[in-house]
């Protein structure tokens, strides 16, 4: 049951198209409220749900056989959501990527996350896909999550945005099927 409609399973489905603007809201609302004091704020300020909505209705309608998007729908309305696909680095054998994965600052630690992680390993491995890997920002909360989920923090990067660089963190998990 999700915090806010206490009667109202989650549910875990593909996203649609026309998730696009709650898929939006979720990415801009999470990003406000886990990333505040880490990036700046001019980058967050300047993140929109207008400024999301074409990318994310681009991305709905892009999906295929090698990248999908799952939601999290609670009561109707999208509560998180799950995008994932081949991993672009070229670090993994026949590696999968989970590009992000959002919850609602209300909702997280109710087990949305998990099962969003959960659903989407099954659809990788179902995919063809042997590994996974999620990068995370090292000051985002959600490290500790990626750790209790099984994920080894292995690797390193440096994200840039609004003009300054900071550090990632590279979880994976070298056999998503155990």
């Known amino acids: 049951m999700c915090r ?7 549910i875990i489905r593909p996203a649609l198209e026309e998730d696009a603007a709650g ?9 406000h409220s886990q990333y505040r004091g880490i990036l700046p704020d001019s980058v967050l300020d300047a993140m929109t749900i207008e400024s999301r909505l074409p990318g994310w209705r681009q991305r709905l309608g892009a999906q295929d056989a090698q990248n999908f998007i799952l939601a999290a729908e609670c009561g109707g309305e999208i509560r998180g959501f799950c995008s994932a696909g081949t991993e672009r680095s070229g670090e993994l054998d026949q590696g999968a990527e989970v590009y992000g994965l959002y919850v609602l600052a209300a909702d997280q630690g109710q087990g949305i996350g998990r099962e969003l992680l959960s659903h989407a390993a099954v659809e ?6 042997a590994s996974l ?3 995370a920002l090292r000051a985002n909360p959600a490290c500790g999550f990626y750790q209790r989920m099984g994920g080894d923090p292995r690797l390193e990067k440096w994200f840039e945005i609004g ?13 998503i099927a155990q």
């Open 4 to 10: 806010t409609m206490e009667t109202s399973p989650i």
């Open 23 to 31: 898929i939006a809201r979720v990415h801009v609302l999470t990003w």
């Open 124 to 129: 990788l491995i179902h995919r063809g896909y």
């Open 133 to 135: 890997l999620i990068w």
């Open 163 to 175: 003009g300054e660089s900071f550090p990632e963190t590279g979880f994976v998990w070298p056999d």
